[in-house]
T-cell receptor, first 111, second 115 residues
Framework: AQTVTQSQPEMSVQEAETVTLSCTYD???????LFWYKQPPSRQMILVIR??????QNATENRFSVNFQKAAKSFSLKISDSQLGDAAMYFC????????FGAGTILRVKS | NAGVMQNPRHLVRRRGQEARLRCSPM?????VYWYRQLPEEGLKFMVY????????ESGMPKERFSAEFPKEGPSILRIQQVVRGDSAAYFC?????????????FGPGTRLTVT
């Protein structure tokens, strides 16, 4: 069974600084997708960024980028120029024959 | 194009009562997935349905929980004789593609509180 591990229960970052959230996963599948979702206090799940496993190039979406290391099964999220609105719970997720979520990392942004 | 809709957003039930959670998928989506989020945890898959069929219920508790997605109307997640441990946020997602191949679009969730 696939598993997703987020080893940082909570992270803090100063406004305008950069922060990296860690995620590792375990799978025997070769074709899959990886995602980062943001869950603000409203609890709505918002897709931040996705990465196809067959693509070597790391995905980027504006201030959000990933460091995808397929051999190491690592998928970290970097948030540049952090803003107060980035404060939320962030979930790493794996999609193969199921959609599996990590336990989440709470990100706090200090002004 | 309206997104995935869930109602109610908040539901309070006393122990032993029944809870019915509704999910209307995005227009054109015929695949619905239910997830449960316990406090301080990530979302856990419960069940995957297509119109009138349960495709994968490997994440559903064996007792008291059931789901349906009728030909007409929303998908329903039903919890009978609720207990305090059922208190959680329940999310529905829909997809235009079968299985887990397509993008899943999430609803806002229903927060169930059992008193």
């Amino acid at each position: 069974a696939q598993t997703v591990t987020q080893s940082q229960p909570e992270m803090s970052v100063q406004e305008a600084e950069t922060v990296t959230l860690s995620c590792t996963y375990d799978t025997s599948e070769s074709d899959y997708y990886l995602f980062w979702y943001k869950q603000p206090p409203s609890r709505q799940m918002i897709l931040v960024i996705r990465q196809e496993a067959y693509k070597q190039q790391n995905a980027t979406e504006n201030r959000f980028s990933v460091n995808f290391q397929k051999a190491a099964k690592s998928f970290s999220l970097k948030i540049s120029d952090s803003q107060l609105g980035d404060a939320a719970m962030y979930f790493c997720a794996y999609r193969g024959n199921k959609l599996v979520f990590g336990a989440g990392t709470i990100l706090r942004v200090k002004s | 194009n309206a997104g995935v809709m869930q109602n109610p957003r908040h539901l309070v039930r006393r122990r032993g009562q029944e809870a019915r959670l509704r999910c209307s998928p995005m227009k054109g989506h015929s695949h619905v997935y239910w997830y449960r989020q316990l406090p301080e945890e990530g979302l856990k898959f419960m069940v995957y349905l297509q119109k009138e069929n349960i495709i994968d219920e490997s994440g559903m508790p064996k007792e008291r929980f059931s789901a349906e997605f009728p030909k007409e109307g929303p998908s329903i997640l039903r919890i009978q004789q609720v207990v305090r441990g059922d208190s959680a946020a329940y999310f529905c997602a829909s997809s235009p593609l079968a299985g887990f191949a397509g993008e899943q679009y999430f609803g806002p969730g229903t927060r169930l509180t059992v008193t």
